[in-house]
Antibody, heavy 118, light 108 residues
Framework: EVQLVESGGGLVQPGGSLRLSCAASGFTFSGYWMHWVRQVPGKGLEWVSRISRDGSIATYADSVKGRFTISRDNDKNTLFLQMDSLRAEDTGLYYC???????????WGQGTLVTVSS | SYVLTQPPSVSVAPGQTARITCGGNNIGSKSVHWYQQKAGQAPVLVVYDDSDRPSGIPERFSGSNSGNTATLTISRVEAGDEADYFCQVWDSGSDPWVFGGGTKLTVL
């Protein structure tokens, strides 16, 4: 069964840091570009970041550039998102997702909730 | 950056056809993908490349794309289709992966 399981979310103060993880199973993780997408509960979806199969290419949304870092460990089938200098507007449910051949998202994890508040 | 516009809500009776639109400048020149998100769950891809269905998605789900509007059509709507639906494209702008604001489908 194809599965993505996120972890690492929680409550953090503005200016703080969190590291999200996404454990993949049931498919060849190293063969997929991977994304992070976030969603404010009850609101829309926002793309955050993407990483290439070997981890050499990373792309970020303007809203997180310079503060977030995406990485991966193909030996451990795990995707990461290091989030620094967090702001209240970073609050949301963070999903990891696989990248389809023509830029769709599939599969998706169940998400991990990040709350930035004092 | 590229903008996708969806109606906030669509309502339809069971057994009828629901059409959810996604508007964008010359969207017909792009590949449009659609996601279904049921309450408390992660999004699920239901249509990709305008009109193709992933395995396991019922034939009742179909898509089209032309001009400035893409459309997700759900035939013979069932209560279990009640969800939020999001369209998505890739654009060459600074934030390349763009989502519409989402449409809440209510089955009456």
């Amino acid at each position: 069964e194809v599965q993505l399981v996120e972890s690492g979310g929680g409550l953090v103060q503005p200016g703080g840091s969190l590291r999200l993880s996404c454990a993949a199973s049931g498919f060849t993780f190293s063969g997929y570009w991977m994304h992070w997408v976030r969603q404010v509960p009850g609101k829309g979806l926002e793309w955050v970041s993407r990483i290439s199969r070997d981890g050499s290419i990373a792309t970020y949304a303007d809203s997180v550039k310079g503060r977030f870092t995406i990485s991966r460990d193909n030996d451990k089938n795990t995707l990461f998102l290091q989030m620094d200098s967090l702001r209240a507007e970073d609050t949301g449910l963070y999903y990891c997702a696989g990248a389809g051949p023509r830029d769709w998202f599939d599969p998706w994890g169940q998400g991990t909730l990040v709350t930035v508040s004092s | 950056s590229y903008v996708l516009t969806q109606p906030p809500s669509v309502s339809v009776a069971p057994g009828q056809t629901a059409r959810i639109t996604c508007g964008g400048n010359n969207i017909g020149s792009k590949s449009v993908h659609w996601y279904q998100q049921k309450a408390g769950q992660a999004p699920v891809l239901v249509v990709y490349d305008d009109s193709d269905r992933p395995s396991g998605i019922p034939e009742r789900f179909s898509g089209s794309n032309s001009g400035n509007t893409a459309t997700l059509t759900i035939s013979r709507v069932e209560a279990g289709d009640e969800a939020d639906y999001f369209c998505q494209v890739w654009d060459s702008g600074s934030d390349p992966w763009v989502f519409g604001g989402g449409t809440k489908l209510t089955v009456l």
